[in-house]
């Protein structure tokens, strides 16, 4: 079957984004293309199919949307996919919303692919010999849809959770998610309205693979460097505000009856972390003065990454280990509050409505979710995460001061004192009476 992929963007748009790109020059040497335009097609089957991480044969798999006319297939999984039989056929598509036609070439045998895998409002027009045969616009009421989100970054899958409910109020779509096993039961508990499945059968009328990525090509709408990650599912998913979280309603009692503080200091990687010499001992020393019992909850108590190594304080008891989300959502949720990173605990806490003391100077204030106990000294290097100029998650890992007095300065600029204030704010805030002053 002959595949032929059109972008609704300005394929120039893309040319200036991977041209020069290292994914670029490897399937160059791989493919060894003629033309330019040979050398699209190659580039978006190799890169889509390698970024989603699909299943084999998805580009081909079969069609089952019926627009009556033999041969003459649609439907919206993986994106818009047309099948269109030999003869004299002509296809335009459109953009319904911003009217931009974005495919109108003659065509004869073979398959329609877009580029483009979030939402967008398809219309599509198929002549015969100039005759208009068949005419449809996406609509998704009342069709089988599922959403797909198979990433393991917790942080990430967190933010998107809200908008899937938001997606199928929306649109009065049959809505069914796809998840990680580690996130299910979390998810069926926040959200019992929407259906889990293992598998995606492609036999519903669309289906969005959903990613974060840190490129403006040509998974994502726009830079996501320049926006909150708890607004990126919205850009994918046509749904332009922030809508209400799912309320969590725990699962288990708490682990002790005594007042506890939970803690996070490790990430997926060291840069995000706290690098103040010797700083969560002196917050949790601090914590236990109040007379709050402190958990670490990591899932390593020690973890080596870029060099560093990370150790639970020496003070918290040990909660580490790897355990079910549901675990540690029960306990984030009867815990007094959170202090982490900007990683995926702090994405839970927040969840389940754990106020967050959120410690992160490698990205900008609006980048995770809002708390008004974030913590970052904005007077040093900082925020490099949403900084298009540099490479946050490649090496170097700190990309303007890297083997200099001022590596990671972001991290490491961050003072006890001002974690301290933070957890004060939150004390007056909540309301909240510490163990060591209830006598007093």
């Not at 595949?3 to 790109?21: G, M, Q, W």
């Not at 499945?197 to 040509?218: G, H, I, Q, R, W």
């Not at 170097?396 to 300065?409: A, G, N, Q, S, V």
């Amino acid at each position: 079957m002959k595949l032929h992929f059109f972008t609704a963007n300005d394929i120039e748009d893309y040319h200036k984004n991977y041209r020069n790109s290292e994914t670029a020059n490897k399937l160059f040497k791989k493919l060894h293309p003629q033309t330019l335009a040979d050398f699209d097609q190659g580039f978006f089957f190799h890169y889509l199919k390698d970024t989603f991480s699909v299943p084999e044969g998805i580009f081909e798999s079969r069609i089952y949307g019926d627009t009556g006319f033999p041969g003459l297939r649609l439907d919206f999984n993986f994106g818009l996919r047309l099948d269109i039989p030999e003869g004299n056929f002509r296809v335009r598509i459109s953009d319904l919303d911003n009217e931009q036609v974005v495919f109108d070439k003659n065509i004869s045998g073979g398959r329609l692919l877009s580029v483009e895998h979030y939402f967008i409002r398809w219309q599509v027009e198929v002549f015969l010999d100039e005759e208009k045969i068949f005419s449809h616009t996406l609509n998704l009421e009342g069709q089988p849809v599922t959403i797909v989100y198979r990433y393991p970054a917790l942080g990430d899958t967190i933010a998107f959770l809200p908008y899937f409910r938001e997606f199928k109020k929306r649109y009065k779509c049959n809505l069914s998610v796809c998840l990680p096993d580690s996130v299910c039961e979390l998810f069926a508990q926040l959200y019992p309205d929407i259906p889990l499945v293992d598998e995606v059968d492609f036999k519903t009328y669309a289906t969005y693979y959903m990613v974060m990525l840190m490129s403006p090509f040509p998974l994502m709408p726009v830079d996501t460097r320049h926006m909150s990650m708890d607004k990126v599912a919205g850009t994918l998913l046509g749904i332009d505000y922030l809508p209400p979280k799912g309320v969590f309603q725990p699962t288990a009692p708490p682990v002790t009856d005594e007042p506890y503080v939970c803690i996070a200091v490790n990430a997926n990687n060291a840069r995000k972390c706290w690098h103040y010499p010797k700083g969560w001992d002196i917050v949790v020393d601090y914590l236990k003065s109040l007379g709050y019992r402190v958990f670490c909850i990591d899932k390593d108590a020690e973890l080596n990454n870029d060099n560093f190594t990370i150790r639970k304080p020496d003070g918290a008891e040990d909660f580490t280990g790897n355990h079910p989300l549901i675990e540690r959502a029960n306990m984030l949720y009867h815990a007094e509050f959170f202090i982490g990173l900007g990683s995926g605990l702090s994405w839970v806490a927040n969840a389940v409505g754990c106020p967050v003391v959120l410690i992160s100077g490698f990205s900008q204030d609006w980048c995770e979710f809002y708390t008004p106990y974030r913590v970052a000294n904005r007077r040093v290097c900082n925020g490099c995460f949403n900084d298009y100029r540099a490479t946050f998650l490649t090496k170097p890992f700190c990309h303007y001061h890297k083997d200099t007095p001022r590596e990671l300065e972001c991290q490491k600029k961050i003072t006890p004192r001002m974690v301290i204030e933070a957890i004060e704010r939150l004390i007056v805030d909540k309301n909240l009476t510490p163990p060591a002053l209830k006598n007093l």
